[in-house]
């Protein structure tokens, strides 16, 4: 496609259920990047991929989110037994190298 | 530790006057500095880039190490203007993204 594309575009979840968010970046963006966004915390990061690997996972909240990406395109973001807290929008990028970053529309995730 | 401020939540302005966004940066280093824009129901875009040094939908903004800001400026606000604005920083390379809170600016006609 043309841009990022992210889904599901909403999700409502029970505490403690587990939830996985898609990313697929744009064709040929060796660069992708997670951020969440928030009330009152704006935008934040969670996770940046080079490839498959991630080289900074410095922004993850908690042991209980996790990411990965396949095949140097697609990415899955994995909330474990997830809290209200984690109620945001999860917002995707793609980039390449040296170049600015494409956003997604975002999951909104809302946790009951 | 690096750090974006925008200190303004809020700006409303007429139509037709000018524009000031504030951002001002801490980094250690050469960072690269972004305005980002989000229009009701559309997803975030980049605006500019420092390094570009263009003009975007008659918008400017110009880094001042000395002050370590870098002031989003438009001469003469349009109702398209209505939006979520975000200063940004990022090192060099493909580095996270470090956003300010944000300021959302309403052009009144």
């Known amino acids: 496609g043309a841009g990022v594309s992210q889904s599901p575009s909403n999700k409502v979840t029970e505490k403690g259920k587990d939830v996985e968010l898609r990313c697929d970046p744009i064709?040929?963006?060796?660069?992708l990047y997670w951020y969440r966004q928030s009330l009152g915390q704006g935008l934040e990061f969670l996770i940046y991929?080079?490839?498959?690997?991630?080289?900074?996972k410095s922004g993850l909240p908690s042991d209980r989110f996790s990411a990965e990406r396949t095949g140097g395109s697609v990415s899955t973001l994995t909330i474990q037994r997830t809290q209200q807290e984690d109620s945001a929008v999860y917002l995707c990028?793609?980039?390449?190298?040296?170049?600015?970053?494409?956003f997604g529309d975002g999951t909104r995730l809302s946790i009951l | 530790a690096q750090r974006v401020t925008q200190p303004e939540k809020l700006l409303s302005v007429f139509k037709g006057a000018p524009v000031e966004l504030k951002c001002n940066y801490s980094?250690?280093?050469?960072?690269?500095l972004f305005w980002y824009v989000q229009y009701s129901r559309q997803r975030l875009q980049l605006l500019l880039r420092?390094?570009s040094r263009e003009s975007i939908k008659g918008f400017t903004a110009d880094l001042n190490k000395g002050e370590t800001s870098f002031h989003l400026k438009k001469p003469f606000a349009q109702e398209e203007d209505s939006a979520m604005y975000y200063c940004?920083?990022?090192?060099?390379?493909?580095?996270?993204?470090?956003f300010g809170k944000g300021t959302r600016l309403s052009v009144i006609a």
């Open positions: 420092h390094i």
């Open positions: 940004a920083l990022s090192g060099t390379g493909n580095t996270p993204l470090v």
């Open positions: 064709s040929g963006h060796t660069a």
């Open positions: 991929f080079q490839g498959n690997s991630a080289p900074d």
């Open positions: 990028a793609s980039s390449l190298l040296g170049q600015p970053q494409h």
């Open positions: 980094y250690s280093g050469s960072p690269e």
